[in-house]
Each structure stands twice: as structure tokens, then as C-alpha cells.
């Protein structure tokens, strides 16, 4: 199972099958990138509608593209192979029916859900569970009225959020470290106050 659709993973499965998980932007963005590289790419979605949750744009690129198909009201069930991966088992949603088919590598591109649970209610968030911090958090719920917050703080002065649990944030490695720097910084300016 794989995450992102870097050079390294598409190394890893080149010239075979590939199922990706998902209908959304990232998903249909993997999907373009590894058709260059793979002999099929799978897109696999669970509605029966890839336009609802992608770009027109890109739905019509992967609607051109011979080396992806596209695989609307099917889910993965399961996966198969001796030392590796070798298959998958998809599930026809209409139907019900089961089918196994080779596979070198599955993506998953379903979306996040924060792990931010464990904060209390004091801290703001938006409508999908990520932090807000600096100009995103609401003058209504900031405590502090001589400083609005720092770009990385939360609506609890003091406490920063970096990198994927952060609303607005890009959710790639690289801008994780980012923030990791920023704060840093944003802790420097905390206690020279």
C-alpha cells in the first residue's frame, strides 16, 4: 500500500497494473503521473459519478488517457500475493460481484481525517476536524485582544499546530517541515514576550 505517488513508487511498479483508490484531485493526479510510467492504471471509485469530487479538468485528461481506467461503483475488498502484492479483489457495488485482478501497487488517496480528537473544545477547528491557527482562527475565539496569534498558534494561545493536522495546510512532507521551522520561530517570539 502506498500513500504518495512519488519517482520512488513508480519505479517500483514499472511497465505493471496499479489500482488507485479514490476520486478526488490527489487521486486523479497520482493516476496521471503513473500512467507514464505503468502498463495500467486503475481508478478505482466508489460513487458512480468521477466529476462530483474531481476538477473537470483533470477528469477529462484521465478520461483521455488509454492507460487508465476508470472503475466507478467498485471498492477494494482485498489483497493478495505470496511475498508481495499481487492482486486485488474489487467489489461491483451495483452487483455485488467480486472479482480478482494483478495488481503491483495499491494507492490510497481517500482523504484524511485529523487525529486532533484529543484537544478540548477550546481549541478551533473547521468543519472537517483540522486546527485553524493564526489569521484562520476567529477574532471571537481568540483570548488574548493586545496580539491576535502567531501563523502557527491555535485559539489556545501557546499551543502551534504544524504540518498535517493544520487547516489550510498542503499535507506533503516538505511543508510539514516548514511549519516544524516556523514554530520554532513563532516560539521564539512567544517568549520574548
Known amino acids: ?4 505517488a512519488t519517482q520512488m513508487e513508480a519505479a517500483l511498479c514499472r511497465d505493471q497494473a496499479v489500482h488507485i483508490i479514490g476520486a478526488g484531485n490527489s487521486a486523479g493526479q497520482a493516476a496521471m503521473y503513473l500512467s507514464r510510467f505503468t ?3 486503475n481508478l478505482v471509485v466508489r460513487g458512480d459519478d468521477l466529476n462530483s469530487s474531481m476538477s473537470k479538468y483533470l477528469s477529462e485528461r484521465i478520461a483521455a488517457n488509454p492507460r487508465i481506467r476508470i472503475r466507478l461503483g467498485c471498492e477494494l475488498r482485498s489483497v493478495g500475493g505470496e511475498r508481495s502484492l499481487e492482486s486485488v479483489t474489487l467489489e461491483d457495488n451495483v452487483h455485488r ?6 495488481s503491483r501497487g495499491v494507492f490510497v488517496f481517500i482523504g484524511a481525517v485529523p ?9 478551533a ?8 491557527t493564526g489569521s484562520d482562527v476567529p477574532d471571537a475565539l481568540w483570548p488574548m485582544g493586545e496580539r491576535g496569534p502567531l501563523p502557527l498558534e491555535t485559539s489556545l494561545p501557546g499551543l502551534l499546530a504544524a504540518g498535517d493536522c493544520r487547516a489550510g495546510s ?5 511543508f510539514a517541515v516548514g511549519d516544524g521551522a516556523l ?3 513563532c516560539l521564539d517570539e ?3 514576550q
Open 39 to 41: 502498463e495500467k492504471v
Open 170 to 174: 498542503t499535507k506533503r512532507v516538505a
Open 115 to 123: 487525529a486532533t480528537q484529543f484537544l478540548g473544545p477550546e481549541v
Open 125 to 132: 477547528r473547521d468543519p472537517y476536524g483540522f486546527l485553524l
Open 183 to 185: 514554530a520554532a520561530t
Open 190 to 192: 512567544l517568549f520574548d
Open 1 to 4: 500500500m502506498y500513500y504518495a
Open 97 to 102: 460481484k467480486r472479482h480478482e485482478e494483478a
